[in-house]
């Protein structure tokens, strides 16, 4: 993880001097905005429990994203949004007293300054361009690691072993082959009537699934009988198939579903188990439960926090 961590902060300096927020500011314009940061006398947008939000904060995280100027009041709402959220974790984190070894930030820092220089490019040089301090960017990296920190500190191996048991298909390399059957109207209601009627016949062997796809469907694969051909718990696929063919068995039919792309039935023709280990999966369980875990102390946190948007 260090190393892709190292890559990602180096990505994100250069960010500041290839593409800062607001390009065509004067450079009196960028020292004012400098100062703000500095000296917090920026509008505040938001205040989360009493913390406050200014512009400065969201200029800076623009920054970081590679958000334009011209882009920035499209999205302004949800980076936001993003903002209360980084500020929810950062209280949650230091009421848990969660904080990484500030040797970590350091050598992530050095790593990175050295492959800098290896590129010709100065750390300070580019930093000062972008109109903020090593110490902004220490706070803001902090934060990542402090959270790495509290889910290794939580995820125990006995809890690993437990998510791999319960949901190894996830993880260990698996596949399916499936099919669906897809309507598309303007009455949800209405299509999942229809493929309960569609589905009562492919099971009582009056139809088979390809013939009914062929017949029904009105999904782009219709004529190949619905295939949607191989795939794994992650990647190939969005939510729901996934989530629906992984819980199906070899010849089942699912019951109508209603999604993002309409009202679905799944069916699941081929299935592989797969071959990778406990050990072999560790990273990729960890970065998905720290995504789960994540999203919930959010959502508790947001539940219970004062949020004033001025």
Not at 143 to 149: G, I, K, R
Request: proline fraction near 5%; glycine fraction near 4%.
């Amino acid at each position: 993880m260090t190393k892709k961590f190292s890559r990602a902060m180096l990505t994100w300096v250069l960010i500041f001097a290839v593409c800062p927020l607001g390009a065509e500011q004067s450079k009196s314009q960028k020292s004012k905005t400098a100062k703000s940061a500095a000296t917090n006398d920026s509008p505040v947008i938001a205040r989360v429990n009493g913390q406050p939000i200014t512009e400065a904060d969201l200029d800076f995280f623009a920054r970081t994203l590679k958000i334009t100027s011209d882009e920035l009041p499209q999205r302004r709402e949800q980076m936001i949004e993003r903002l209360i959220d980084r500020q929810l974790l950062r209280a949650f984190l230091a009421q848990k007293k969660v904080a990484s070894d500030p040797q970590r930030l350091d050598a992530h820092l050095t790593q990175l300054k050295t492959r800098l220089k290896a590129r010709g490019e100065d750390f300070d040089k580019l930093l000062a361009k972008s109109g903020f301090t090593e110490e902004t960017l220490r706070r803001e990296l902090t934060l990542p690691l402090d959270w790495d920190e509290y889910v290794r500190r939580e995820t125990t191996d006995e809890k690993l072993r437990d998510i791999w048991k319960k949901r190894k298909h996830e993880f260990d390399g698996s596949e399916v082959r499936a099919a669906q059957i897809v309507l598309k109207s303007d009455d949800p209601a209405v299509d999942e009537k229809k493929l309960a009627d569609v589905r009562q016949q492919i099971v009582s062997v009056k139809l088979s699934f390809a013939e009914a796809a062929k017949k029904h469907s009105q999904a782009p694969n219709a004529a190949k009988g619905g295939d949607l051909g191989r795939f794994g718990f992650r990647g190939k696929q969005p939510p729901p198939y996934p989530q629906i063919a992984f819980e199906l068995k070899v010849g089942e039919v699912s019951e109508p579903i209603r999604s993002p792309f309409g009202v679905l039935l799944l069916t699941v023709t081929e299935r592989s188990e797969g071959q990778l280990s406990l050990e072999d999966a560790r990273l990729e369980i960890l970065q998905i439960l720290s995504a789960e875990m994540q999203h919930d102390v959010l959502t508790r946190e947001r539940a219970q926090a004062k949020i004033d948007r001025p």
